[in-house]
């Protein structure tokens, strides 16, 4: 099997990582940032074929770039995680900066369209292939101070849906993973570097961690092949929804 991952040097996308090269699986990983990508690529490299590609999953050309350009051996993917994506700022709409929204918009759902128009046409000439978008509990319960982080995330879950549409008669597969509170870079990513404020997000409760998701992708891409896991939301036990979380 060969995945790809974006957004693969922290998080989500790397604990996804370890778990894939956990199952044997070939990695494509994909990151902005090269000496974490080499980090990477020598830990994973003791234990499967690793691959890495530097681009920023918001600039198509470098995205086009990077997958055409594949080595042939790694062409045929079988598994792509649409896991790049961030939250820029939290406040009331009418205080949002309009170049927090950008990063929002052009990652959480361009970039993930223009890392998915590069592999998902591969997969459907070889009828096979799995997607699993991360989308979030917030792309399916806005918040307040977060229209535009949950408008990005309810984007993916309809790009999820459509792309099952599309593509399930293709004999290609796509998981919409909804997670909660998860503790990674998400909140110092969002509070801009603030570690206070970030830390405040994990009070109290246990939250989920980037190896918790993990196991749910593992889940969704060994199930049996007539077993499509549609659509996961996670969330921390202490978490009722997005925004009621049960604090000690
Ligand atoms: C991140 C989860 O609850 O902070 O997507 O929006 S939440």
């Known amino acids: 099997m060969i995945a790809l991952i974006t957004g693969a040097t922290s998080g989500i996308g790397r604990a996804t990582a370890e778990a894939f090269a956990e199952l044997d699986y070939h990695l494509i990983l994909c990151g902005r940032r090269q000496d974490r990508l080499d980090e990477l690529e020598e830990q994973?490299?003791?234990?499967?074929?690793?691959?890495?590609?530097?681009?920023?999953?918001?600039?198509?050309?470098?995205?086009?770039?990077?997958?055409?350009?594949?080595?042939?051996?790694?062409?045929?993917?079988?598994?792509?995680?649409?896991?790049?994506?961030?939250?820029?700022?939290?406040?009331?709409?009418?205080?949002?900066?309009?170049?927090?929204?950008?990063?929002?918009?052009?990652?959480?759902?361009?970039?993930?369209?223009y890392v998915s128009k590069a592999v998902v046409p591969g997969m459907v000439a070889r009828k096979r292939g799995h997607i699993v978008n991360l989308s979030s509990i917030a792309g399916k319960q806005t918040y307040?101070?977060?229209?535009?982080?949950?408008?990005?995330?309810?984007?993916?879950?309809?790009?999820?849906?459509?792309?099952?549409?599309?593509?399930?008669?293709?004999?290609?597969?796509?998981?919409?993973?909804?997670?909660?509170?998860?503790?990674?870079?998400?909140?110092?990513?969002?509070?801009?570097?603030?570690?206070?404020?970030?830390?405040?997000?994990?009070?109290?409760?246990?939250?989920?961690?980037?190896?918790?998701?993990?196991?749910?992708?593992v889940y969704a891409v060994t199930a049996p092949a007539h077993v499509t896991i549609a659509d996961l939301t996670i969330l921390a036990s202490a978490q009722a929804a997005a925004t009621t979380i049960v604090r000690k």
């Open 44 to 113: 994973f490299s003791e234990q499967t074929s690793v691959l890495t590609l530097n681009f920023d999953v918001r600039n198509r050309d470098e995205v086009d770039q990077a997958i055409r350009t594949l080595p042939t051996e790694w062409q045929a993917i079988d598994i792509l995680v649409n896991n790049a994506g961030n939250a820029h700022g939290m406040a009331p709409f009418q205080d949002g900066d309009p170049a927090d929204w950008d990063q929002m918009i052009d990652g959480n759902v361009q970039g993930l369209l």
């Open 144 to 217: 307040a101070n977060g229209a535009v982080y949950c408008a990005s995330k309810a984007a993916v879950e309809a790009l999820s849906t459509g792309m099952r549409l599309d593509l399930t008669q293709h004999g290609i597969k796509v998981t919409n993973i909804a997670p909660g509170a998860v503790e990674t870079e998400f909140s110092m990513v969002r509070f801009k570097g603030d570690a206070g404020r970030a830390a405040k997000v994990y009070e109290g409760f246990t939250p989920l961690t980037a190896d918790d998701i993990a196991d749910t992708i």
